[in-house]
């Protein structure tokens, strides 16, 4: 099985690889337009600033790259974000994979960003096979997707919002699941091979 991390200017791209090592997958990293649509499965990390990435993805043409790939696709963080129509931050127009706004957390008493475990709930979906309702995930961010339809986990942080969503070929996850032990190696693994 071929996977492919996608190479633009949104780091965090070492510790997905490390991760996919442990359970035993050596993935690609790259911005080649073949090398992705030949992928068995295709991930789509990021951390960073939304319109900046953006702009990188555009100019790369990875912007329509992405969203017209049919295998199935795992955003993470920032690459879940960038998968929204919208996003508060620099007033972004995204990919636009999933119909959500992008929006920033109200502080209303808590810290932005949010920086720690937090647990996910009303989970849905093979992407969270075998993860147990309530589990913790380790997160990092001051933007959240809006709870939607598309939602197949939930947290809640100054509200509830998405945590995780899935749509089509398309699943992403606000959370990191490379830094969240073994239930996120759990996660990367059920994406590798239950999808």
């Keep these: 099985m071929k996977v492919v991390i996608i190479k633009y ?26 090398e992705i649509r030949s992928a068995d499965r295709v991930i789509f990390p990021g951390v960073g600033e939304a319109s900046s990435a953006m702009q990188y993805l555009k100019e790369k043409g ?11 696709v795992l955003g993470i963080c920032l690459g ?16 636009g994979i999933f ?5 920033l957390f109200p502080s209303r008493g808590l810290k932005v960003p949010q920086i720690g475990w937090n647990n996910i709930t009303n989970l849905k979906s093979n992407l969270l096979k075998s993860v147990p309702e309530n589990a913790y995930m380790y ?19 100054v509200q509830k919002y998405s945590s995780a969503v899935h749509k089509n070929n398309f699943y992403a996850v606000q959370f990191h699941p490379e830094k969240s ?15």
């Design 9 to 34: 200017n949104a780091g965090n791209i070492r510790s997905v690889l490390f991760a996919l090592e442990r359970i035993g997958v050596n993935a690609v990293v790259t911005d080649d337009h073949n």
């Design 62 to 72: 990875l912007d329509t790259l992405i969203c017209s790939l049919t295998q199935p």
């Design 80 to 95: 879940m974000q960038l998968m929204c129509s919208h996003s508060e931050e620099n007033n972004t127009t995204c990919l």
């Design 99 to 103: 119909d959500q706004k992008v929006k």
């Design 139 to 157: 997160f990092v961010h001051s933007y959240y997707v809006e709870n939607c339809e598309n939602a197949i986990a939930t947290t809640d942080y």
């Design 181 to 195: 032990g073994e239930l996120g190696q759990k996660i990367l693994e059920n994406f590798i091979r239950e999808i």
